[in-house]
């Protein structure tokens, strides 16, 4: 488990113990490994004329604690895997 960099450490008022927010350690994504194109791939690769590929747009809100290519990353899971702790000292 590791400590998540989006929710502050708090302390309660009597002392005692800290709440921190933990995880579980990600894999790496490793890139994977490029293949070659068949000899008649850059025919197949462009578009046929008229046609255009269609636009995409990614809403991000100032808001949110991780970026659109980090939240592209995570996916759905990625917040369900965080969890609240408590440390006493």
């Known amino acids: 488990m590791r400590i998540v960099s989006y929710r ?7 002392g005692g ?3 921190l927010g933990i995880a579980k350690w990600e894999e790496k994504n490793r ?3 490029k293949i ?7 025919k197949a690769a462009t578009p046929a004329d008229g046609e ?3 636009a995409s ?8 604690v991780d970026v659109m290519p980090k ?3 995570t996916g759905e899971d ?5 969890y609240a702790g408590c440390m006493e000292y």
């Open 17 to 19: 113990m800290v709440f």
């Open 31 to 33: 890139p994977p490994k």
């Open 36 to 42: 070659p194109p068949p000899a008649d791939a850059s």
């Open 8 to 14: 502050k450490p708090t302390w309660p008022e009597e």
């Open 52 to 54: 255009e590929e269609p």
């Open 78 to 82: 990625g917040p369900a895997e965080k």
């Open 71 to 73: 939240q592209k990353t």
């Open 57 to 64: 747009v990614d809403i991000w809100h100032w808001n949110d």
